[in-house]
């Protein structure tokens, strides 16, 4: 077995190292997740190897539940989101900013997320391009977005869940 031992002194080169390398990370998961959107519901993972496309990657890459899940999920959901995906793939979102867009359009019918893909498209268009657009308010503006285009009646059932989760019960002991 390969032995671990803690790494050295870390040095200034390393954050352009660091951040080449999570930019790398980024580009090859676009790929697997444009793999998986292609793959899944397909038959070919059930044909070639007699399991669902989500077992599979457990067994073969060995992805945990969540990871099987969000990959294959992207996948389906960036099918309806050709801009959206095209940034991801060019590099020009990140990984952890797809998560969020696709959380963020979970639930919205494929007309909807054609349309959320839209709008993304017009803030970019409209900012002369993602450059100086902070990464986390990219995806709290598409979940605004998502949110708009579910409508008042989802917006209050979302609230609705948030109070029930957040409600906590005490009960004394019984002893």
Same mark, same amino acid.
């Given at each position: 077995m390969k032995s671990y031992t803690? &790494?050295?002194?870390?040095?200034?080169?390393?954050?352009?190292?660091?951040? %080449?390398?999570l930019r790398a990370a980024d580009r090859a998961i676009a790929r697997a997740v444009a793999l998986a959107g292609r793959l899944a519901g397909s038959g070919v993972c059930?044909?070639?190897?007699g399991l669902p496309l989500e077992h599979f990657l457990g067994l073969a890459a060995r992805l945990t539940h969540s990871d099987r899940r969000m990959l294959i999920g992207a996948g389906e959901a960036l099918a309806?989101?050709?801009?959206?995906?095209?940034l991801f793939a060019d590099g020009?979102?990140?990984? &952890?900013?797809?998560?969020?867009?696709?959380?963020?359009?979970?639930?919205l019918r494929v007309a909807q997320r054609e349309d959320? %893909?839209?709008?993304v498209a017009a803030t970019i268009d409209q900012r002369g391009g993602l450059e100086g657009l902070d990464a986390d308010a990219l995806v709290w503006a598409v979940s605004e977005a998502a949110d708009e285009l579910r409508g008042?009646?989802?917006?209050?059932r979302a609230e609705q869940r948030q109070?029930?989760?957040?409600?906590?019960?005490?009960? &004394?002991?019984? %002893?």
């Open positions: 803690r &790494s050295q002194q870390a040095e200034p080169g390393q954050l352009e190292e660091l951040v %080449d390398e059930e044909t070639v190897e309806a989101m050709p801009v959206t995906a095209g020009a979102l990140s990984w &952890s900013q797809v998560r969020g867009i696709v959380s963020a359009a979970k639930g959320l %893909d839209a709008r008042p009646k989802a917006a209050r109070r029930d989760s957040a409600f906590l019960s005490r009960q &004394s002991g019984l %002893d």
